[in-house]
């Protein structure tokens, strides 16, 4: 969590259109992990059965990307982190949906917390405020995010999270490669520092460990373990990019995050 939780600081410090930060840092990442999925011996081959399901993850993985960024820029660090973090509520009332699990009435309380941190994030509920935009941007972000991981659930026992990392950076880095021809070389060159840090320490490094633990948990449960991740993110981008949240933002935070703890410790008993 510590090093996925960096992608807010570098998502707001690297200043490149969004399409092609996550083109490089897809294309970077996917280079990365293939290498060490070689070096390592990992197997990198994806069974017939379950090929439409990873690429549909690569998919999801890259609009979770994109429309995260995309909040990132519109605000700052602590709002675009915090409404990507609906997503463990999201993740709750999906998985009985999907994986057909049992559905807990105590979600419909914290779905409820949610909404309330939610309405402390937004200064007005006006479309065109960019506060608001963002945490929509955010929001259906956590949607993207929600779908991808309970897809990717199902598939995380039988390949190794390098593997389906690899797959989902080299889905991205394809689906967005054309972005590439829309910014001039010395202009993407100029970024590298942030680049390389997203592709190796967030993507490379982060989402890996991160889809390893699905071995180990409920999707639910992961999302929950998870939380600590904009706490985090929102002491990076204070201390490197001076971002301080306004205090509805940590009000609309402790209501959000909250309602994971709650379910942190119900599911722990």
């Known amino acids: 969590m510590l090093f ?22 897809g294309i970077l990442a996917f280079f990365i992990l293939f290498v060490y999925c070689r070096y390592k011996g990992i197997p ?19 609009l979770h990307w994109l429309t995260y960024f995309y909040a990132l820029q519109m605000s700052n660090v602590a709002i675009g982190m915090l409404s990507l973090f609906t997503y463990p509520v999201i993740t709750a009332f999906l998985e009985p949906l999907i994986l057909k699990t049992r559905f807990q009435r105590i979600h419909l309380l914290l779905g409820l917390l949610v909404l309330c941190g939610i309405y402390f994030l937004a200064p007005d509920f006006n479309i065109g405020n960019s506060t608001t935009a963002a945490i929509g941007m955010g929001v259906l972000s956590a949607l993207f995010y929600a779908l991808r991981n309970i897809i ?35 202009t993407l060159l100029s970024q590298w520092e942030g680049i390389v840090a997203l592709a190796v320490l967030t993507t490379a490094i982060g989402h890996t460990l991160f889809l390893m633990t699905f071995k180990h948990f409920s999707i639910t449960t992961i999302s929950i373990i998870s939380s600590i991740q904009p706490v985090y993110g929102i002491v990076i981008g204070a201390v490197f990019l001076s ?23 119900r599911a722990s008993r």
């Open 152 to 186: 990717l659930k199902s598939k995380s026992a039988s390949y190794h999270g390098s593997t389906l990392m690899v797959y989902q950076t080299g889905i991205i880095g394809l689906l967005l490669f054309p972005a590439l021809f829309f910014v001039a070389p010395p």
């Open 243 to 265: 971002e301080i949240p306004a205090l509805t933002t940590i009000i609309g935070g402790v209501f959000i995050l909250g309602s994971v703890v709650i379910e942190s410790v």
């Open 4 to 25: 996925v939780s960096t992608s807010g600081a570098l998502g707001r410090y690297v200043d490149l259109p969004v399409p092609v930060t996550i083109a490089t840092r």
């Open 44 to 62: 990198l081959h994806i069974n017939a059965s379950d090929r439409l399901m990873v690429i549909l993850g690569g998919v999801l993985m890259c």
